[in-house]
């Protein structure tokens, strides 16, 4: 980087910069970009994972926030026909003006931590686009998306990425590869959208209100939680059994609840 491009990293934009070349390797080795792909990386920052991503020859569009990064990624990366650079924020990205195929988008990202959830939340509405993700996320919310029922770790979160996609745990990766270096450890999470849903809902946004309401408070009995939305017959129709805590359901059994709630008359 020339002095004219100095920047300094910004902590209200999530900015931890990856500079181990080994770790940059090991995610663009996981990653496997094609000639033939369709990629699409959130916050390419100072280009650590950019430059990998350009030099499989795939078509590449980038998101990035930080007005003051643009000319940086204009210097190194402007004259490859496969860059298309869009400057704004990635929460609020029409992912549909890609124009690409269905299944076809591999979404990949070092996510500034404070977005992460809700940005993972927003793709998963987009999740028929979508052939894989590939993201840099702390340790710890990678630990819930992968967690199954029974522990702490299983949630919300466990619960509507596991509805959508398949979730590896690849691998972990210290505070050391960045610079800055954060707080926490960090994982690299990959994300497979089902080409058909396991589990699917007859009504996906029931299902979110469901599983919101029942991890709002999760210690309490799903009887309990659920009151404003399910009695305790349909809840026992769904064959749920309402002395359960939230985290003690799967996937499956929360989809039946869901279409309970599905199923009643909408009120006059
Ligand atoms: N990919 C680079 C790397 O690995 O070194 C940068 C990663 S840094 C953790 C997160 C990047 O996301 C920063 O470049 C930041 O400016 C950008 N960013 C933060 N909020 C964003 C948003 N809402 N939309 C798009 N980019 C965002």
């Given amino acids: 980087m020339t002095e004219l491009f100095q920047h300094k990293a910004r902590k209200r934009f999530g900015q931890n910069f990856l500079h181990d070349a080994g770790v940059i390797d090991k995610i663009l080795r996981a990653i496997r970009p094609r000639p033939e792909d369709r990629l699409l990386e959130i916050g390419p920052g100072q280009g650590a994972l950019t430059e990998g991503l350009l030099s499989s020859d795939a078509q590449l569009d980038v998101v990035e926030l930080d007005k003051d990064l643009i000319p940086i990624l204009i210097h190194q990366f402007g004259s490859k026909p496969n860059f298309h650079l869009h400057q704004g924020d990635a929460l609020k990205f029409d992912f549909t003006s890609l124009d690409a195929a269905p299944s076809s988008l591999r979404v990949v990202g070092n996510l500034p931590y404070n977005i992460s959830t809700p940005l993972i939340f927003l793709l998963l509405r987009n999740a028929g686009l979508i052939r894989d993700m590939h993201f840099m996320l702390q340790k710890e919310v990678v630990q819930r998306m992968a967690a199954g029922p029974g522990g702490g770790d299983y ?114």
């Fill in 155 to 268: 949630g919300r979160l466990s619960i509507m990425v596991q509805y959508h996609c398949r979730v590896e745990h690849l691998f972990n990766v210290g505070p050391g590869a960045f610079n800055p270096p954060p707080k926490v450890d960090s994982a690299i999470v990959r994300l497979v959208p089902h080409e058909v849903l396991p589990h699917p809902a007859k009504d996906h946004r029931a299902l979110e209100r469901v599983v919101r309401e029942a991890f709002n408070q999760r210690r309490k009995t799903l009887r309990n939680t659920l009151k404003a939305l399910l009695s305790n017959d349909e809840i026992i129709a769904a064959g749920v059994d309402g002395s359960l805590r939230p985290e003690q359901l799967d996937l499956a059994a929360f989809v039946r609840l869901a279409d309970k709630l599905s199923d009643q008359p909408v009120a006059e």
